[in-house]
């Protein structure tokens, strides 16, 4: 079978080279001219476990090529960005999607499949991309199968992930649905739940609106547990020992094209049935503010000079900087305090970032982490000894073991700042 992935991002690119070490022909395809060619020598370019060696088998074999062209193919999966637009809602915006769906038109043939894998508002699989593709003189459901196939990978597991996961078929007809079985199980070890498209296609934007919205609850509880002076941390720790509770852990904001995103898309669709995802929303994006507001305290109490930051990426252990609110944070202070500010992440190649966590350190006055790479786990003693003012701001609770004497603050004892003791 020949196989077509357009996009070759966190997705698209790990998708294709699956399909590709089965034993299909996948032809890649980007409209970045860099991207074709570091694929085309082995080289990913995406942080992420066992995708480079994937890459290379692949490449190796000769069962997979990048080009910015596309070709016949039995298969055209796409998984390009669906990004919000600069309305009122930030509803989804399918610019690439019909620009991708558009440009496969012309290869489409009777029996091909058309996969949607970007994640897209409920009901676009039918309402957009259908009308597209029946415009050029073929029946979906009948001469071309159509199907939406959402991801649902974690970023540092994406290649397991892929193959393990449950995952959800959703075919506009009970025809496209088989089709996508078919397809999907050449890999996927995972359960292929047959559904309809618009069912998939609400079903992804809830999986990560439950996560928003229980991380909104974590956030209002940091908030809760300030003002009585209670720690919110250990709240949560005791109230997740109830065999029915499982209250996730607050943190700076959300970010990642799926959780800071996707919720919009059903506000968009539904804006007056949704007040709860919507003030779920509003929680988390208020999140870098109030990291930001408790910077400035802190900073006022202790007669600080200089910020480092650890951690850019949304996620730990991954280089994924998209929507993250450790960017947003780093960006205002820089632009708006009277500090100087440096950031440190050993996953983020941005020419900005310091590469030297010495350096990051010297004279500096608060270590504020805004990301939980397992690096910043255990803090050196002779890293921590280049502080001026060692203290820390832990926002992701993830610091265990600092092997030295320094203060920590994180998002269940803000309330204890006034007791902090200024440690030169």
Known sequence: MKIAVIGLGYIGLPTAVMFANKGHQVVGVDVNQSVIKRLNNAKSGIEEPFLQEELEKAVKQGNFIATTEIELADVFIITVPTPSKKDLWKSCDLTYVLQAVTSVLPYLRANNTVVIESTVA???????????????????????????????????????????????????????????????????????????????????????????????????????????????????????????????????????????????????????????????????????????????????????????????????????????????????????????VVAYDPHVALDFVEKDINTALTNTDLLLVLTDHSEFRKIASKHIANMRNKLIFDTKGIVQHVDTEVSIINLGNMHTLKEVSIMT
């Open 122 to 340: 409920p009901k676009t699989t039918e309402s957009e991309i259908l009308p597209l593709i029946e415009s050029v003189g073929l029946q979906v459901g009948k001469d071309v199968h159509l199907l939406h196939c959402p991801e649902r990978v974690l970023p540092g597991r994406i290649i397991h992930e892929l193959v393990y996961n449950d995952r959800i078929i959703g075919g506009v007809t009970p025809s496209c649905t088989e089709a996508g079985i078919k397809l999907y199980q050449t890999f996927a070890k995972g359960r292929l739940i047959p559904t309809n498209a618009a069912t998939a296609e609400l079903a992804k934007l809830m999986e990560n609106t439950f996560r928003d919205v229980n991380i909104a609850l974590a956030n209002e509880l940091v908030k809760v547990g300030e003002t009585l002076e209670i720690d919110a941390l250990k709240v949560i720790e005791l109230a997740n020992h109830h065999p029915r509770v499982n209250i996730h852990q607050p943190g700076p904001g959300v970010g990642g094209h799926c959780l800071a995103v996707d919720p919009n898309f059903i506000v968009a669709t539904a804006p007056f049935a949704t007040p709860l995802i919507k003030e779920a929303r509003s929680i988390n994006e208020s999140m870098p503010v109030y990291i930001l507001t408790k910077v400035e305290e802190i900073m006022a109490h202790i007669g600080g000079n200089k910020i480092t930051i650890f951690g850019l990426a949304y996620k730990g252990n991954s280089d994924d900087t998209r929507e993250s609110p450790a960017m947003t944070i780093y960006q205002s202070l820089q632009k708006q305090s009277p500090y100087e």
